[in-house]
């Protein structure tokens, strides 16, 4: 990613955030006909050093967010193919 990746560990507010992009008309923005794509992410139980857990510094309480910083690398282990 070439910009900061923010995500949550709860279903629902990510879920949430994907709806954000409903009716943008901004040209730099998503068009309201761009598919919105909900990423599953399994980290490394030894830890993550390419973000930050925004809990206790965030503005909203009980959102669960993890922020990803620009440039993190992904890797897909199992891909699912499309149908």
Same mark, same amino acid.
């Given at each position: 990613?070439?910009? *900061?990746?923010?995500? +949550?560990?709860?279903?629902?507010? !990510? &879920?949430?955030?994907? @709806? ?12 309201? @006909?761009? *598919?919105?794509?909900?990423f599953?992410?399994?980290? @490394?139980? /030894?830890?993550?050093?390419? /973000?930050n857990?925004?809990?206790? &510094? /965030?503005? &909203?309480? /009980? ?6 910083? !620009?440039? +993190?690398?992904?890797? &897909? *282990? $199992?891909? $699912? *193919?499309?149908?």
């Amino acid at each position: 990613m070439g910009q *900061p990746l923010s995500s +949550s560990f709860k279903k629902g507010r !990510a &879920v949430e955030f994907a @709806d954000f992009q409903n009716d943008r008309y901004d040209p730099y923005e998503p068009s309201r @006909d761009m *598919p919105k794509v909900l990423f599953s992410i399994a980290l @490394d139980p /030894g830890g993550c050093l390419q /973000g930050n857990y925004l809990e206790k &510094v /965030g503005q &909203v309480k /009980g959102e669960k967010e993890f922020l990803f910083s !620009a440039y +993190s690398a992904f890797q &897909v *282990p $199992n891909p $699912n *193919p499309l149908p």
